[in-house]
């Protein structure tokens, strides 16, 4: 089982506030990124590093890190947002990556 | 621009094995490792695990461990993943992903367009 733990599913309105987030079981943690899934498509990362936003993605994806928990925050959600989201750490012994069990996100 | 471009569909019957291929373009393929991810149908992301096209190093999930293989060809800018002793539960899309790595951790920054594949006898 996942050592990153999210929630399945999270529901918002349009134009509200979307916020998914990571826990890691144990110390130390690894960056954090998030990738976006839509079905039939490729992952997208939408953040690494636990913050930083690649280019081409909207300033309303943000990361954010309290302890041992990231959170992706969608501000202002849109339609088009609605999708699957994923965080990916490294393993406890941080050798390899690891993926939480991912959330989706729906748009009401 | 960078692309990852995939094989297409297999049907497979349990037992045997799949080799998927993974065609790169619009960067150095050596200078960057390749991971193979893959999503059965109704679960989440699956690291499987990662190849270096330039020392053709290789690292897998224990769970893979005896029954996939990793390669390249560097000629080609291609990298393939090999999954042997195909069951039902194997059914799903396999991902290769660009491995971007230094001192912010390692994720993945490009990904393929994904590849079905489907054991059933």
């Known amino acids: 089982s996942s050592e990153l733990t999210q929630p399945p599913s999270v529901s918002v309105s349009p134009g509200q506030t979307a916020r998914i987030t990571c826990s890691a079981d144990s110390l130390p943690k690894q960056y954090t990124h998030w990738y976006q899934h839509k079905p039939g498509q490729a992952p997208l990362l939408v953040i690494y590093s636990d913050s930083e936003r690649p280019s081409g993605i909207p300033e309303r994806f943000s990361g954010s890190i309290a302890g041992t928990t990231v959170t992706l925050t969608i501000s202002g959600v849109q339609a088009e947002d609605e999708a699957d989201y994923y965080c990916q750490s490294a393993d406890s012994s941080g050798t390899f990556p690891e993926f939480g069990g991912g959330t989706k996100l729906t748009v009401l | 621009q960078v692309q990852l471009v995939q094989s297409g569909a297999e049907v497979k019957k349990p037992g045997a094995s799949v080799k998927v291929s993974c065609k790169a373009s619009?960067?150095?393929?050596?200078?960057?490792?390749i991971n193979w991810v893959r999503q059965a149908t109704g679960q989440g992301l699956e690291w499987m695990g990662w190849m270096s096209p330039n020392s053709d190093n290789t690292g897998y999930a224990q769970k893979f461990q005896g029954r996939v293989t990793m390669t390249r060809n560097t000629s080609t800018g291609t990298a393939f993943m090999e999954l042997r002793s195909l069951r039902s539960d194997d059914t799903a899309v396999y991902f290769c992903?660009?491995?971007?790595?230094?001192?912010?951790?390692?994720?993945?920054?490009?990904w393929g367009q994904g590849t079905l594949v489907t054991v059933s006898s």
């Open positions: 992903a660009r491995e971007n790595s230094g001192s912010s951790g390692y994720y993945f920054d490009y």
């Open positions: 619009g960067y150095t393929f050596t200078t960057y490792d």
